[in-house]
């Protein structure tokens, strides 16, 4: 065999190195191929170590970036209705703001999206408004606009005034917590299908709205007028502060120097009072003017609108002069309103007029007529315009004749805005009784919608199942007195009511009262005895004894130095309804040193007031104005008893160490917040421990509730141990696997056709899931009865382990992490409705295990009822292949530490492939 040379380097090759050539050429193609795919191997790593992780974090919601999104916040007269991003109004005008939403992310749902406004504080003659829209995983948002006033004046949120607005334009009621902390429209997905609105309202200057922390006060007109006595009556609402009200009363309209009666407390609740005081030693044929008035914990003074009225007597002005009565306005608008009176001559030609104005000093007159000399009352009508809108004015009828001039009494109603239609008011006043009947009373304000009235009673609280009184009141702004008159009651026998009141935005029941009718001996009024009084160094302790004679009486005492002026009035307390004698004790303070006083005693019920004799004592010479008890009421809380699902008697026991001491009772859901407060009582100036106890109502069912015992005195406030109660589930729920559903059990509803025909059921769309799934669950609601259903509320409790993502229906509030809350409010006759929730199940939900969910709905139908439905769905055994790697993958690219120690070896695993590797040797 020949050796063959190469042309270019003249080196002999033998055969074999040609195989060696060839496979090092495939084995240099082999390395390059490796090296390419070790190079995209470690390059995706690489990528998806670093960047996917990165880019997850940037898959957040956001807010309001689209170009067709309207702005986020937007502002307006409430009527004509102009949005912009300023506004010039007038005191007294109602502002409207408007919040837009809207999630502009492709598929990231803004986890737990929250809503907030901030209103100003204090008076300026602008306003900057601002408001936010955040999640826990978006950037905020906010949005600002101006309000222009025409003077330096307040701007205040309008309790009850927030609404959300979903897509489709429908309106659901929201908690008034959008300038103070803000409001949850829940999980918000991405999307059009998402956007959505929430409005609410501002007050300028203090027309009917008030700043939180400030009492609002309501003078309503007298009641029970007779010759020599008369009932005010008025509704405040303490707005979170410790309140203080008593009346001013004189025969002066600007009650320069005025008479102060029927000083109580009534708490630092937020809900309305009614407060009643009784009014004795009046003088007939006399007008005489009052109003409320309200005292913070500040001291602050808030003065109720002042009103009159006229003491009965012979001819009211005089012999021949004319008897005339103002009565309430009608066809109130924005701008206009028919003032109404009723006049009799009495014989002798008279005219007529109304004065009106926007202060109790009046200033207009309108609607000059002639009468004629009759001998019966005439209806006189006059129609006023060019008022102001959302404005108080006053008025009263006038009639003259040659006998001389009289004047109704002093009213007042409010103008309407346009647009402000709201639910009504309503409230209950206490009822005038008889042996087998009673009348009953109430305020309404139809707030500028036409409104129906009626009463519920019965003889029970918890049981009002009989109603009276069907009325309709025109779309007026102003209150209206309403009564309903009972027969063929039983006598001496207890008997509850409520006003409830209705127009086309809403239902509102008043509070609930009681009244005892009389037996066959209670046809006077209660029997009083004045005491001696004891005289000490630094106080008068005064006493008496009273029986109610079966009939609701309050009692006070009247004092004074000469027993024609006894103008001084303490003391006034509830006495009950019994028919045994009661010992009534009040110690008096701030009096002069070295004085002969007289004083007695005044109790009065539905059927009159008594007084007691008048007696005398000499103050001490060590009596002074300056020296009083420092001590402060002794409190301590007892355990809750007779508790039910929705109900439960609460309270303790209070030594009022011989000083006037009014007691409550606080409770709520949380510890830190005991928001509900009963009503404020009286309790007395005993030296020793009296129980103190109230029940309280519409208590959710299977929750626990914090209570406590308060009380006040001159010297302070003191508040009892905190304790706990826990309200059992309403009957036995039936526990339901999978996608079945189970309509829940009922309690407490009015009756039972109601309950039978309104249900609850839930089901999910799978039977089987994984840990990682998305299960929907649907809760139904339907009621087939022919009654309207009120104060809804739909709660859907998630167990752990899994984690809520959406819902059809919005807004949706969360009570706690677990808790789905769906204000339903209204259901109407025959309505029903689907929410379709959807919910992930965790990667870490157990296998094998049984999450359940739980469903509740509350109502009221007349009183409260409740409906609860329990679904079970099981996670299969093993989780997917799939969930095991996407658990894995999160677990590494989701830390950054993770991320910078791959790269590190990523990268020196390319040092040392390409860099590092040697030469094949080739022999």
Do not use: C
């Not at 799939?882 to 993958?889: G, K, L, N, P, Q």
């Amino acid at each position: 065999m020949k050796w063959r040379q190469t042309p270019f380097d003249g080196q002999v090759i033998k055969p074999y190195n040609i195989k060696v050539q060839k496979l090092t050429k495939i084995s240099k193609n082999m390395k390059s191929l490796m090296q390419k795919i070790t190079v995209g191997s470690l390059s995706a790593m690489l990528f998806a170590g670093i960047f996917i992780p990165a880019s997850s974090a940037f898959a957040a919601a956001s807010f309001n970036n689209d170009p067709l999104d309207k702005p986020t916040l937007r502002v307006s007269k409430i009527s004509p209705t102009s949005w912009g991003t300023s506004v010039s109004v007038n005191n007294g005008d109602i502002v409207s703001f408007d919040v837009y939403f809207h999630n502009t992310a492709i598929n990231e749902t803004a986890q737990q999206t929250t809503i907030t406004a901030v209103l100003p504080t204090g008076s300026a003659t602008n306003h900057n408004v601002t408001a936010t829209i955040s999640a826990t995983n978006a950037s905020s948002v906010s949005g600002s606009v101006t309000v222009n006033l025409s003077s330096s004046q307040t701007l205040t949120y309008r309790t009850g005034s927030t609404k959300f607005y979903d897509h489709n334009g429908t309106m659901s009621p929201m908690s008034d917590g959008i300038a103070s902390g803000g409001i949850s429209i829940g999980n918000l997905p991405a999307g059009w299908l998402s956007q959505g609105h929430v409005t609410f309202q501002a007050q300028v200057g203090g027309q009917s709205g008030t700043t939180s922390g400030t009492p609002a006060v309501l003078t309503s007109a007298a009641t029970n007028v007779a010759e020599n006595t008369a009932t005010l009556n008025a509704s405040v609402n303490p707005n979170g502060t410790n309140t203080t009200v008593y009346f001013q009363y004189g025969t002066d309209n600007n009650l320069t120097t005025p008479t102060i009666f029927g000083n109580q407390t009534i708490g630092n609740g937020t809900t309305n009072v009614n407060v009643i005081a009784y009014l004795g030693n009046l003088t007939a044929n006399t007008t005489y003017y009052y109003r409320a008035v309200a005292q913070d914990a500040s001291g602050n003074i808030i003065n109720g609108g002042t009103l009159s009225f006229v003491t009965n007597g012979n001819g009211q002005g005089g012999l021949g002069s004319p008897t005339a009565t103002s009565n309430a306005a009608t066809n109130i608008t924005q701008n206009s309103a028919t003032l109404n009176a009723s006049v009799n001559p009495n014989g002798v030609n008279t005219t007529v007029w109304f004065e009106y104005g926007s202060t109790s000093n009046l200033g207009s007159t309108i609607g000059n007529q002639t009468i004629g000399s009759g001998n019966t009352a005439t209806n006189i009508t006059t129609m006023v315009t060019g008022l102001n809108g959302m404005t108080n004015y006053y008025y009263q009828v006038v009639a003259q004749n040659a006998n001389g001039t009289v004047r109704g009494a002093l009213l007042n109603f409010t103008t309407t805005q346009s647009g402000s239609n709201s639910a009504p008011l309503a409230f209950s006043n206490a009822a005038s009784t008889g042996q087998t009947g009673a009348t009953l009373n109430a305020t309404v304000s139809p707030n500028n919608a036409t409104t129906i009235a009626w009463f519920e009673w019965g003889t029970s609280q918890t049981n009002l199942n009989s109603s009276i009184g069907h009325q309709t009141l025109n779309s007026s702004g102003t209150f209206a007195n309403i009564t309903g008159y009972l027969s063929g009651l039983t006598q001496n026998n207890v008997y509850y009511f409520r006003v409830v009141a209705q127009n086309a935005y809403g239902t509102t029941y008043g509070n609930t009262l009681s009244f005892m009718t009389s037996n066959t001996s209670s046809t006077q009024g209660p029997t009083v005895y004045t005491n001696a009084a004891a005289v000490m160094s630094n106080i008068v302790s005064l006493s008496a004894t009273i029986n109610p004679n079966g009939s609701n009486t309050s009692a006070w005492f009247e004092y004074g130095t000469n027993t024609s002026s006894l103008s001084s009035a303490v003391g006034y307390q509830s006495m009950g309804s019994g028919n045994s004698s009661i010992s009534f004790n009040y110690n008096l303070t701030n009096i002069s040193p070295n004085t002969l006083y007289y004083y007695r005693v005044a109790a009065q019920n539905s059927n009159g007031i008594n007084y007691g004799s008048i007696l005398s004592f000499n103050s001490s010479s060590q009596t002074s104005s300056n020296v009083n008890s420092n001590a402060t009421p002794v409190t301590v809380t007892t355990n809750a008893s007779a508790v039910t699902s929705t109900s439960a008697l609460i309270g303790g026991t209070v030594n009022a160490n011989g000083i006037p001491t009014t007691a409550w009772v606080e409770w709520g859901e949380n510890i830190n917040s005991l928001a509900n407060k009963t009503i404020t009582d009286s309790i007395g100036q005993n030296s020793y421990a009296v129980t103190h106890k109230k029940y309280v109502y519409s208590l959710t069912p299977a929750t626990i509730y914090y209570f406590r015992i308060a009380a006040q005195n001159v010297n302070g406030t003191s508040y009892g141990n905190t304790l706990v109660f826990v309200t059992p589930a309403v009957g036995a729920a039936s526990t339901v696997n999978n996608s079945q559903s189970n309509t829940g059990s009922s309690a407490d509803t009015s009756n039972d056709s109601v309950a039978e025909a309104v249900s609850l059921t839930a089901s999910f769309d799978k039977d089987s899931v994984k840990a990682g799934d998305t299960v929907k669950l649907k809760v139904s609601y339907k009621n087939d009865s022919d009654s309207n259903l009120s104060n809804a509320i739909l709660r859907v409790f998630i167990p752990n382990d899994t984690d809520f993502q959406k819902s059809n229906i919005m807004p949706v509030t969360f009570e706690g992490n677990n808790i789905l809350k769906y204000e339903i409010g209204k259901i109407s006759a025959k309505g029903q409705k689907d929410y379709e929730i959807e919910i992930k199940i965790s990667e870490n939900a157990k296998t094998d295990s049984e999450l359940k969910f739980s469903s509740s709905l509350t109502f009221k139908n007349g009183k409260a009822g409740t409906l609860n439905t329990d679904s079970v769905l099981k996670v299969d055994s093993g989780s997917s292949l799939a969930a095991s790697v996407s658990s894995t993958a999160k677990w590494i690219f989701g830390n950054w530490m993770i991320d910078l120690a791959l790269a590190m070896l990523i990268g020196f695993g390319i040092y040392m492939f390409f860099f590092r590797a040697k030469s094949v040797s080739v022999i």
